[in-house]
Structures are given as C-alpha cells and as structure tokens.
C-alpha cells in the first residue's frame, strides 16, 4: 500500500478527537498497570467509555480520572450512581485518600469529588461540575426515556465525561450510540447510517452492523472506549484475577394447578407476552416454598433472592420470615439502611429485584443466590449474578434457579443473548489490540452473510 493510498484511508477513518489531557506521569500507584492504562486513556480522550467488568477496578478508575479531570477544570467532579452505590464510593475514596463526599442537592456540593444518586439529577446543577462521571452507566441504553435525555442535555459540551459500565450494550451494538452521544463522539442517528443498516427482510426490520464496516465500527469504538473482561484483554496479567468455580443449578417447582386457558392445543403451558404474569403468578407459591427449602438447607449461608415481581417477593417473604425485602415504593433512606445492613452482614437473606439491587453492588462477602423469578432481560441476569461472581468472591458461587411450568423460554432467550454479548466483547477485544499495538489501517475481507429474495420483477425478466 503506497504512503498517500495509506494518508488517504487514515484521513478517511473515523476516529474520536483527542481533547483531554496527558496525566500519564501522574497516576496513583495503587492502580494495576491495567487501570492506569485506562485511566491515561480516558483522560487523554477527554470524554470516554470505560467497559470494565465487574470486580475490574471501575471504582477506583472513575475515582482516579475525576482526580485528575476536576484539576484540569474547576476543582469540582460529579460521580452520579444507582441507588446505594454512591456510600460504597464514599467508602472506597476515604481508602485510598481523595476528598469525597455524598450529596443530596447542589448547595451540599464541595471542592473535590461529588458523589450523587441518579434520582437526585433534578436537585443539582450541571454547570457547576467541570467534569462528570456516570457510574453503571447502561442507564443511558434506553434512548426514548427520560433519564437518558436528561443526561445527554444537562452534560452537553462538558469537556471531560466519563461513562463507565460492564454491560455497555448486552443486546444491541445500537446501545453503544447513547453512550457516543452523551460522550459527545458522534449523534446516535449518524452512527446508524455510518454502520448499520436496516434489515428489511425482518418482520421488524432490525437495524445490523454493514458487512463491510463491521471491523471500522469497532476501530471507531475503540478510539473512545476501553472495555475487558480480565486484565490480560488489555496487556497486564491475570494474576489475582482468576475467578473461583461458578456453578447454576435448576430447579422444578412442583406442579401448579395452572388453567387450562393458559395451555396450548396438546395441554402444555406455555409462556408469552400476553400470558407471562399469569403463569408466573400461579406459579410464585410453589416457586418460594422450594426456595425456603435451599436456603434451610444452608442455614449459616448468606442468601440473595431474586424475583421479578412484588407478587413474588410476597411469597418469598411469607416462605422465609427471616427475609428482608426491598421494594421501589420505600423511602430512599429505608432502601440505603437495608442495603447496609446486608452488606455488613447484619441481614442474611435478602429479596430483591435485579431491576433495583443488580447494578454496582458489591456483594462478594456473598456466595449463594437463588432467582425465584426472572425476566427476559439478560442485563439484569448478567449484572445481578456479578453481585456476587466478581473479583473478590474467595469460595464457589452457587446460582440456584427455580423455574415451574411454562418457564423455560426465558431461559432460552437469556441464552441467546448471552452468546450476542461473547461476540461483542471478543470484536471489542481485537480492535483494541489493533489500536494499542498496531498503526497500519487494517482491511477486512468482505464475506457476505445475508441473503436476500430478488423482486418478483427481475424474476419475470429473468
């Protein structure tokens, strides 16, 4: 390939600016050579995705880049998180030295780093921060709700902004447009129509990757983001990092009296959109007495219970009167208190819903939890299972799953789109390799896949 061919191809490529700073001399020694590595990378981008997975440093990353970014601007970061989280962060700035805090509305806020509940957005002022940091940032996925405009609006044009999360887009490589918009790198709508395309042989017309852009959309990705799944995705050694043995074990509620409208021409039951509560609701008995079983099975063992539904943690509570639960309608401080307690050991039986408890917690002091109601959100199921599976956790994590009649397709859709998330980490991976260690454009084969019908009317001239 000739100089000016290969000028031409970098010119033409689509990369993240660099308008941050270069704090490489800088970084706390007691991050790993992979956190510092992010660290430097995402100061020196200004605005970036960190994608580390769960156990992986996130909050001593963000921690640290905040360090850094607020000296660079006014003196004053934002680190907003999910409900909870926000003491766990306080609690790892005191460890390790940076001046931090908690607030509830902006005339609590300090010099240093400020830590902030999502739901208390309202209650702050944007402009006052010279830097942000969204932790469990996969709030930012659904692009029509409120939160994730907000975000986008309130944050708009701030020079250094951080989104951190393990599951940047567990169902759709579409998700990564929210973050590149919040961040500032490209509109989510000129994404699309750079990368995707939209697959109208689907009955729902699936917008997909374009075959012959699939390695630059992970190159562009690449040039703003940093995402692993151990520490050797990004050059550094696993050691200390292995994970102990993970186990799932199912189990088969007894049988329900299910009715007969629920059941399909041969008698099975089956679930759907339309039938789903349903079937769940007459099944939620025989589901939390088998869950009482396991956990007295285990005694001295501390448990996690997950359900999907209030109908569900009713049952769970009457099946286990040592349960505390946890629900959407208690007073933020009563949720904190109980959260709290169960991480410090004072509770050991916990029910809750993934939706509400399964993002940013630390739980590795836990090696036993039983899903007594699920939903088809594999995010939930990833980030709810690294509450506990996560570097950290010293003994075998048990996983209990506890399914009646009609359940299993949910099991089945979980299982695919697990299979979706290996495949974009694995195409992440590889682009971060092509950028850390390799300066020539790298061409992809074009190896079509998709097959589509000709029109009838080239079939008649034909």
Known sequence: MSPDYENFLQRKSVLAPLRGLDASPRIADHLFPFQRHCVEFALKVGTSGLFLDTGLGKTECELEWCHHAMAATNGMSLILTPLAVAQQFRRRAEKWGY????????????????????????????????????????????FTGRTTKDLIKAFKGCRFKLAATATPAPNDHMEIGNYAEFLDIMNANEMLSRFFINDASTASQDWRLKGHAVTAFWDWMASFARMAEKPSDLGDSDKGFILPPFTVKRHRARDSNIENAL???????????????????????????????????????????????????????????????????????????????????????????????????????CARMAFVGRSYSYEQWYQAVRRCWRFGQTRELQVHIVVAEGESEIGRVIDRKADDHAKMKRAMRDAMSRAMGQSQIVKAPYLPEHLERLPLWIKSAA
């Open 99 to 142: 001046e931090a805090r908690v607030i509830r509305e902006q005339s609590e806020a300090r010099h240093g780093i400020n830590i902030c509940n999502y739901d208390r957005l309202d209650k702050i002022d944007p402009s006052a921060f010279g830097s942000v940091a969204l932790d469990e940032a996969s709030i930012l996925k659904n």
């Open 263 to 365: 059941a399909d021409l041969f008698g099975t039951v089956t679930m759907s959109a339309t039938t789903m509560h349903d079937v769940k609701r007459q099944t939620s008995q025989a589901r939390a007495e088998l869950s009482a079983a396991l956990v007295a099975a285990e005694p001295h063992e501390m448990w996690i219970l997950w359900c999907d539904t209030d109908y569900e943690s009713d049952a769970l509570k009457a099946a286990i009167p040592s349960a505390i639960d946890i629900r959407g309608s208690m007073p933020i401080e009563a949720k904190e208190e109980r959260i709290e307690a169960f991480a410090t050991g004072q509770i050991k039986h916990l029910i809750g819903k993934p939706s509400m408890l399964g993002m940013g917690l630390d739980w590795s002091h």
